[in-house]
């Protein structure tokens, strides 16, 4: 069963940037893929802020950018602010109308 | 985008049943949205539990697959999860989602679902 992988803590200083990967136990990530990124704070439900890899969620702002990086999609989180803290889950989308979700990574701010 | 509104979680004892819903306030174009459930045990991550499409296409977790019905009736802008044959991992907080072929969108506020005897 194919796992996907995602750092489970980062930290990161106020105005900084961190870039969070995802990647799959085995084999690479591509756009086929349709990598997403949501944000979500304890006590709150998910927030949508990628997806197909690079497409924005309406309202979402532009510090928050998806891509792939090597064999990973990715996001990265240009000028860091406190209330970015927050759990980041990445999503795959593994065909047959399965998504499967990475186990989420603490980002702290500080 | 409208609010999404869950509800119908609750305490239930292994083997019961449940039925989630799923009530958009917008009205104007709900047929057109895919819609997802997804849940998230206590303390732990994200799990996608099903999705049924603007078309009807219908698509389920392997954890849930043969308990689980998702259905959606778009003249009441509501979609629902009929849960048979609870088990205590099924215990989580249960998400609706409406979104794009590959958006998950905007999400719910969630319902707590606790399976125990």
């Known amino acids: 069963q194919t796992v996907v992988t995602q750092e489970p803590s980062f930290s990161v200083s106020p105005g900084g940037t961190v870039t969070l990967t995802c990647g799959l136990s085995s084999g690479s990530v591509s756009t086929g893929y349709s990598p997403g990124w949501y944000q979500q704070t304890p006590g709150q439900p998910p927030r949508t802020l990628i997806y197909?890899?690079?497409t924005r969620s309406s309202g979402v702002p532009d510090r928050f950018s998806g891509s792939i990086v090597g064999n990973k999609a990715a996001l990265t989180i240009t000028g860091a602010q406190a209330d970015d803290e927050s759990d980041y889950y990445c999503?795959?989308?593994?065909?047959?109308?399965?998504?499967?979700f990475g186990g989420g990574t603490k980002l702290t701010v500080l | 985008e409208g609010q999404l509104v869950e509800s119908g979680g609750g305490l239930v004892q292994p083997g019961g049943s449940l039925r989630l819903s799923c009530a958009d306030s917008?009205?104007?174009?709900?047929?057109?949205?895919?819609l997802r459930w997804f849940r998230q045990a206590p303390g732990k991550g994200l799990e996608w539990v099903s999705s049924?499409?603007?078309?009807?296409?219908?698509y389920y977790a392997d954890s849930v697959r043969g308990r689980f019905t998702i259905s959606r009736d778009n003249s009441r802008n509501t979609l629902y999860l009929q849960m048979n044959s609870l088990r205590a991992d099924d215990t989580a907080a249960y998400y609706c989602?409406?979104?794009?072929?590959?958006?998950?969108?905007?999400w719910g506020q969630g319902t707590l679902v606790t399976v125990s005897s």
């Open positions: 999503v795959l989308y593994m065909g047959g109308g399965n998504w499967v």
């Open positions: 197909t890899t690079n």
């Open positions: 049924i499409g603007a078309t009807g296409n219908i």
């Open positions: 989602a409406k979104g794009g072929s590959y958006d998950f969108g905007s």
């Open positions: 917008e009205f104007t174009s709900f047929r057109t949205y895919a």
